[in-house]
């Protein structure tokens, strides 16, 4: 990416099939042909992701981006029998020992549903762990369908129609004899609801209420997110560059701790990508300053520890023998 090695997992949308070829040892056995569907997590393929991910991480060290566009795992009973879940666990568990910048993107028209969004969720290595999504994507535990089918069912939906439609609100008046055209009446509106309710539902999915809800950092466009992830990256492998600095000077140093010192370092730069990037080369001679008072007060703790566990004749030893160098 601009010059950067970057590692990238993306999604086949296509379906595709699996073959299983037959048992050499059992002359009854014939050759299987097991189709796929796109944008799903199998067994293999899950396997196949956290594999991926593992060799990034520890074989090529690089930073990783994701293009998340499934629509969850697929849990049948060959799939269960075939260790799906173990698989899935699988990428939690590479991703939560990620050590480079991770970017988890989805991307326009894509979706992230189900079981798929809570193994690349960055709460499981919020350290690394970013995640953005394109202003046309979509993402959420249920598609608007599905949410539609638990939390608006029909009897929800008539309830609706009886409470806005003036012409349902006049037949009320005589249920009895207005029987067959309160349900013909209801027969014509439910198809309409039904699409309101879903395109209802489709907005909680959105882009801007993945923001608003803060399960996403931000929403991008497709046509600039190039040049949005190179400064990002960019940033964050300088950032993580210096945080290397800093817990070398001090190794009592907390992640947190060093996110302040940083934040209070570079000022409104923080905030800002590309301003960040030029106060670091425009800065070296003050983050050198810093740094070698944090290794002095590192040294002082140390020594302070150390000699606390001494008596006052011991420490008065070491000081003169200190005074001596």
């Known amino acids: 990416l601009g010059g950067i090695p970057l590692g990238v997992i993306a999604v086949e949308t296509r379906a595709v099939n699996q073959t299983v070829p037959a048992d050499p040892a059992n002359p009854a056995s014939s050759e299987q042909l097991l189709a796929q569907a796109g944008q799903v997590w199998f067994p293999d393929s899950a396997f196949k992701t956290a594999q991926a991910i593992r060799d990034f991480n520890n074989g090529e060290e690089l930073p990783l981006i994701i293009f998340a566009n499934w629509r969850g795992f697929s849990g049948g009973t060959r799939d269960m029998y075939n260790e799906i879940l173990k698989f899935g666990a699988m990428i939690v568990d590479e991703l939560r020992d990620y050590k480079h910048p991770v970017f988890i993107y989805i991307p326009p028209g894509g979706e992230l549903r189900g079981g798929a969004w809570v193994v690349v969720d960055p709460t499981i290595n919020e350290q690394m762990m970013e995640m953005y999504a394109d202003e046309a994507a979509r993402g959420g535990i249920l598609e608007p369908p599905g949410i539609c089918e638990v939390k608006y069912r029909k009897a929800d939906q008539l309830s609706t129609m009886h409470r806005l439609d003036p012409l349902l609100q006049e037949l009320n008046a005589d249920p009895s004899a207005n029987k067959e055209a309160i349900k013909e009446r209801e027969n014509t509106l439910l198809p309409i609801y039904l699409q309101v309710a879903h395109e209802f539902a489709d907005l909680h999915d959105r882009a801007g209420r ?116």
């Open 210 to 325: 993945m923001v608003a809800k803060g399960v996403i950092r931000k929403a991008l466009q497709w046509k600039s997110s190039r040049e949005f992830f190179y400064w990002r990256l960019h940033r964050r492998l300088q950032e993580e560059s210096l945080r290397k600095l800093f817990y070398q000077r001090d190794q009592s140093l907390t992640h947190e701790d060093v996110t302040n010192k940083l934040n209070e370092m570079a000022g409104e730069a923080w905030n800002d990508d590309q301003a960040f990037l030029k106060w670091v080369e425009a800065s070296t001679d003050s983050i050198d300053a810093e740094l070698g008072q944090i290794a002095r007060n590192s040294v002082r703790a140390r020594v302070k520890d150390l000699m606390g566990g001494l008596d006052s004749s011991e420490r008065q030893k070491i000081l003169d023998d200190l005074a001596q160098l």
